[in-house]
T-cell receptor, first 116, second 111 residues
Framework: GAVVSQHPSWVICKSGTSVKIECRSL??????MFWYRQFPKQSLMLMAT?????????EQGVEKDKFLINHASLTLSTLTVTSAHPEDSSFYIC????????????FGNGTRLTVT | SQQGEEDPQALSIQEGENATMNCSYK?????LQWYRQNSGRGLVHLIL?????REKHSGRLRVTLDTSKKSSSLLITASRAADTASYFC???????????FGAGTRLFVKA
């Protein structure tokens, strides 16, 4: 149980285009989801907290107009990278908690974004 | 920085040996978690230790927590080639809900 599905697993796009990444909780409801970014051989950096029915909370230094987050239902959050540039190329991972409180996170399998 | 520190950054051992990874963090925590990541994949939760616990076991995993030193260690006993992965500690700070990850240790177990 407690599966988080992320799609697509990889995407290649041209500079200037936008890319949407979906994160779904398949067997539980998630009022909050977390989006992380990971560069090669580095750790996960929290980008933003996605809140169902309200605005996302962005971490310092993350451009909210660049990384649009929508959490329209209890099982779906989307991250849209707008006007992508090569420096946006990275591994993006979403996560959610099946249980309230500070319980462990369940992660999607990540999306490898390459901007050419 | 959001992150705590982990050491070593990389560890290469023979199958059957034990692997120890260390993690330090910055402020008081609710709990500390360890995750594993295979290359190019999402993370899988391994074990959670609460701030009032000192040691926890799960199969071949042993985690210790020293809140006075703000540090934790993960011991994998009798390692296997399949244990090759990156291991991250993660903390939820007191009063918070965000999970912040350490820098990670890349473990390579040679068959």
């Amino acid at each position: 149980g407690a599966v988080v599905s992320q799609h697509p697993s990889w995407v290649i796009c041209k500079s200037g285009t936008s890319v949407k990444i979906e994160c779904r909780s398949l067997d539980f409801q998630a009022t909050t989801m977390f989006w992380y970014r990971q560069f090669p051989k580095q750790s996960l950096m929290l980008m933003a907290t996605s809140n169902e029915g309200s605005k996302a909370t962005y971490e310092q230094g993350v451009e909210k107009d660049k990384f649009l987050i929508n959490h329209a239902s209890l099982t779906l959050s989307t991250l849209t990278v707008t006007s992508a540039h090569p420096e946006d190329s990275s591994f993006y991972i979403c996560s959610a908690r099946p249980q309230e409180g500070n319980s462990p996170l369940h992660f999607g399998n990540g999306t490898r974004l390459t901007v050419t | 920085s959001q992150q705590g520190e982990e050491d070593p950054q990389a560890l290469s051992i023979q199958e059957g040996e034990n692997a120890t990874m260390n993690c330090s963090y910055k402020t008081s925590i609710n709990n500390l978690q360890w995750y594993r990541q295979n290359s190019g994949r999402g993370l899988v939760h391994l074990i959670l230790i609460r701030s009032n616990e000192r040691e926890k076991h799960s199969g071949r995993l042993r985690v210790t927590l020293d809140t006075s030193k703000k540090s934790s260690s993960l011991l994998i006993t009798a390692s296997r080639a399949a244990d090759t992965a990156s291991y991250f500690c993660a903390t939820v700070y007191t009063g918070g809900f965000k999970t912040i990850f350490g820098a990670g240790t890349r473990l390579f177990v040679k068959a």
